[in-house]
């Protein structure tokens, strides 16, 4: 039975339906309700969907701030990340290994290639720096493997591990080893076994007497 067919037979049921907003006169006096557009009023606010339409709210260019801000923080976050990670590394030893033997061998192990060219002295003095600059670290517990010369040459004045003029002498080749990793300085076969056997003395001396401190291990000093 229809609707229509209801509303003739019941009066109320027409009057009812007369009480429905937009609701369209039939026979009888009846009127008959508009089917419902799924379920949503009709004046309903429909929001944005997806990344597209939640972006077009805001300007582009605050967008780009925002992931821009976002991108930088992420990779200072990853920095930070290898930088611990890497001190821990440096300064666990291997077991069975002394850390002061296995980092003279890594000296001693290292030698100018030929030809020796501009690439192999950077990277022949980028190596042999950063091995004295451990030494330093593990000896002081001064973070040299992630300080520039200039950053070390307050702290390395005031140091009392090594007699005065090798410490200044120590400087120097912090120095001159950056000239030859970053401002293109020429170096020499001879010069770089010099560099090289003067590195390992200076690990040598940096390293803690048996009586004084376990071999191995650096005496920390505040960061």
Do not use: C
């Amino acid at each position: 039975m229809s609707l229509l067919q209801l509303a003739q037979q019941d009066p109320s049921l027409g009057a009812m339906s007369g009480s429905i907003p937009g609701s369209i006169p039939g026979a009888n006096g009846t009127s008959l309700a508009p089917p419902s557009m799924g379920g949503a009023a009709p004046h309903q606010l429909v929001l944005p969907h997806g990344l597209r339409g939640a972006l077009a709210l805001y300007p582009q260019w605050l967008v780009l701030l925002i992931l821009t801000l976002l991108i930088v923080s992420l990779v200072a976050a990853l920095v930070l990340v290898w930088r611990w990670w890497r001190r821990r590394r440096l300064n666990r030893p291997r077991p069975g290994v002394d850390p002061w033997d296995e980092l003279l061998a890594r000296v001693t192990a290292l030698t100018p290639s030929h030809p020796f060219t501009k690439a192999a002295q950077e990277d022949f003095f980028a190596h042999l720096s950063l091995f004295l600059r451990e030494g330093i670290e593990r000896r002081t517990g001064l973070p040299a493997t992630d300080r520039t010369y200039q950053e070390l040459r307050v702290p390395l004045k005031d140091q009392s591990f090594l007699p005065k003029e090798q410490g200044e002498a120590l400087l120097q080749f912090l120095q001159r080893a950056d000239l030859v990793k970053f401002a293109a300085a020429p170096s020499g076969d001879s010069e770089a076994r010099a560099a090289a056997g003067q590195v390992a003395a200076w690990i040598t001396a940096l390293r803690p007497a048996p009586g004084t401190a376990k071999a191995g291990e650096a005496s920390r000093a505040p960061r």
